[in-house]
Every structure is written in structure tokens, then in C-alpha cells.
């Protein structure tokens, strides 16, 4: 017996099917050129993203430097923590990680050798911490202000010559650690006096360019629509470059603590 429904339709042998218009030979060609179904594309990096994952993990750094400070840990745990940081940030850094785990176990690590240090700086120059901790977050804002500004555009030139004095900071740093096996002090890069001072000075700066080159990535990455799994990348960045500026500006307020 045949089905009273006009859509749906018992044919022969038992099978069914729905009713409806046979395709055109053109609706059937139509169907044949438009697109292959694609999976939903992911979504897009905002300046939220980044903002969110920065808290996260310099948060996260300072909690950990925080526990190193109140458990009064020595400096083999500062060595511990300077080393597994490093292994990790070059990790991150080579293979452009996006993965959570890494980039906190960055923070954790490094996050105990800044508690350390700045809990020895603390007891031996009283308030030096606070200060270091200002002057971070002014060269923070002021660096974010210039780039917001556009008082320094970020260039391939610009990018070049920061990465170029960085390499040859580090490669001096390097020279002058070897040679305080040999001499005391070796070269005088990192001894209080005039040299000393130039030297931690342009660490800093070079930190705070740094600091535009990790903004201008930011904004890239927004602009060409980024997977929102980089803003945890974006975030390392801007957390490295944070701690090496506190560290620098540590370094350069011990030297006039310690001449007062």
C-alpha cells in the first residue's frame, strides 16, 4: 500500500526514500563546483588573548618568586632555577611552542632565581626591590606609550640593530665572565664604576626595545589573524623581556646602594 504522505515515499523492494524534484542537470553540476566541506577555521588572537595569558604568567612568576622569598631558599636554587629557564625559554623560543606547560614552567623557574636574587639584594640594600619593581613597570608604560605614539616605529632596520646589539651585549657579557677566572672582576663589565654603568644602561635599553619589538609582534599577530594559541607565546615574550629589565635595573641600583 502506498504512502498517503506526498514527501515520503515507499519505493520498490522495500526500499524508501524521500520525494522531492530531480536535480537539474545544472543544480547537480552546481552542487558538484561549490566547496568541500572545511572543518571551522580557528579563532583569531585578540589583544585580550595576550593581555589574559601576560597576567597568567607573570602571575604566575611572581607567585613562584614570592615562595622563593618566604622559603628563604640559597642560591643553588637560584642556579637551578636560571638553568631550567633557560633550557626552556631556548626550547620555546626555537621551536615557537604555543604550549602552555612550557611557557609556565618557565615562569615557575625563572620566577624562583628572581625571588632569590631579589631577597639577598633585599637584605643587603633595603628597598632596592620596591625600586626595581617601579622602575619596571615605568619602562613598561613609558616603552607603550612610545609605541602607541609611534615616537619609534618598529622597522626591519630597527629589529635588526636591536637583535645585533643584544648578540653583542651577551658575546661581551660572555668575554667578561671568562676572564673572572683570570682576573677579579675580568674586563669590569659588571663592577660598579663608570664602565659598569654603561653597561647595565644599555641592557636596559636594549630590554626596552626589545619591549617594542614584543608590542609590534602583538599587533602583527591581530592584524593577520593569529590562532589565539599564540597569545600564550606572545605573553613569554613580554614576560622575558619584563624579567630581564627588573634584573638589569637591580644590577645598576645595587652599584649606587653600595658607592653611598
Not at 604568567?57 to 636554587?77: E, F, H, K, Y
Request: proline share 5%; net charge neutral; with cysteine.
Amino acid at each position: 500500500m502506498e504512502s498517503k504522505n506526498p514527501v515520503f515515499k515507499r519505493q520498490p523492494h522495500g526500499q524508501q526514500a524521500w520525494g522531492g524534484p530531480t536535480p537539474t542537470p545544472e543544480q547537480l553540476q552546481g552542487m558538484y563546483d561549490g566547496p568541500s566541506y572545511a572543518p571551522p577555521a580557528q579563532r583569531a588572537m585578540t589583544i585580550d588573548d595576550v593581555v589574559v595569558r601576560g597576567f597568567i604568567t607573570l602571575g604566575t612568576l611572581v607567585v613562584s618568586a614570592a615562595a622563593a622569598w618566604a622559603l628563604n631558599l640559597g642560591w643553588g636554587a637560584a642556579m637551578v632555577g636560571v638553568l631550567v629557564g633557560l633550557v626552556l625559554a631556548l626550547v620555546i623560543s626555537f621551536k615557537q611552542s604555543t604550549n602552555p606547560a612550557l611557557i609556565l614552567g618557565y615562569s615557575v623557574a625563572y620566577g624562583v632565581a628572581v625571588g632569590v636574587i631579589s631577597h639577598m639584594m633585599e637584605n643587603i640594600y633595603p628597598g632596592i626591590v620596591i625600586q626595581a619593581v617601579l622602575g619596571t613597570a615605568m619602562a613598561f608604560g613609558g616603552m607603550l606609550t612610545v609605541y602607541s605614539l609611534r615616537i619609534v616605529r618598529v622597522t626591519p632596520k630597527f629589529t635588526k640593530f636591536v637583535v645585533a646589539a643584544a648578540l653583542g651585549l651577551m658575546a661581551a657579557l660572555l668575554v667578561n665572565w671568562v676572564a673572572s677566572f683570570f682576573v677579579q672582576g675580568g674586563l669590569g663589565l659588571r663592577e660598579a664604576g663608570p664602565i659598569g654603568y654603561l653597561v647595565s644602561i644599555a641592557a636596559i635599553l636594549i630590554g626596552c626595545f626589545f619591549l617594542l619589538l614584543d608590542f609590534d609582534q602583538v599587533e602583527q599577530g591581530v592584524r593577520m589573524g593569529a590562532p589565539a594559541k599564540y597569545s600564550w607565546l606572545m605573553a613569554f615574550g613580554l614576560t622575558m623581556t619584563l624579567v630581564w629589565i627588573y634584573l638589569e635595573i637591580l644590577r645598576l641600583l645595587s652599584y649606587f646602594s653600595s658607592s653611598d
